[in-house]
Structures are given as structure tokens and as C-alpha cells.
């Protein structure tokens, strides 16, 4: 049988997802991908859907992700949700740090610059 895709994310057998995959998804909960840092195949690419309005606070803490593709339908980040996040490539403008996506590289304020 075939596994779903969560159960393939915890199995480690996906490294990468699509909005596609991620299709009709409006929220990313709180702690959703934490802690993806130690798998031997973790988590390093997402691309969010439109359909998406939130990401929970530590969505994303200490995961191994390489790249994130954030809509602008995106209306709340919480607090952390990037933190710890140490191969997360981001777009560095007037000593601050962003995410977003193709058309808007400075959609989400990360953290300033030190």
C-alpha cells in the first residue's frame, strides 16, 4: 500500500515538496517540520501554495532546509518558525534577512543582521 505523504516525511523518503504536494493547504501548524535536522534524508526543499496564509511558530526550527518558496498570500509568520535553520539560504537586504519567492525575494522579514 502506498504511504501517505506525511508518512513518507516521517520516513524520511522525501526531501523535496512541490505546491503541488502541498495542494490545498492553508496553514502550516506550530512545530509542523521542527527538529528535521537529524534524519539521514531530511526535509530540504518546500514550495508553499497559494493557499497557504500562516506558518506556526517553529514550523520550521532546526530542520535541514536548504530552500523555502513562500507565497504572498502568506499574512502571519510566528515567532521562531526559521530559527535554528543553519543551511536556509535567505535574501539579504538593508542589514536584514528575508524569504518569499521568483517575484517577491524580500516578502517575509527573518531576522536582522547582526
Known amino acids: 500500500m ?3 505523504l506525511f ?3 516521517v520516513d524520511r ?3 523535496t515538496l512541490t505546491k503541488d504536494d502541498l495542494k490545498g493547504l492553508k496553514k502550516v501548524g506550530d512545530y509542523a ?3 528535521n535536522l537529524v534524519s539521514e534524508n531530511p526535509l530540504s526543499t518546500i514550495e508553499l ?3 497557504v496564509t500562516s506558518i506556526g511558530k517553529n514550523a520550521f526550527s ?3 532546509l536548504t530552500s523555502i518558496k513562500i507565497p504572498d498570500s502568506i499574512a502571519n509568520i510566528g515567532s521562531n518558525a526559521f530559527s535554528g535553520c543553519t543551511s536556509l539560504v535567505y535574501n539579504e537586504h ?3 534577512y528575508y524569504l518569499g519567492n521568483d517575484t517577491n525575494p524580500h516578502l517575509a522579514l527573518v531576522k536582522a543582521k547582526n
Open 13 to 15: 523518503s522525501i526531501t
Open 49 to 51: 501554495p497559494d493557499s
Open 7 to 9: 508518512e513518507q516525511i
Open 94 to 96: 538593508d542589514n536584514a
Open 33 to 35: 517540520f521542527s527538529g
Open 62 to 64: 532546526n530542520c535541514a
Open 2 to 4: 502506498a504511504k501517505s
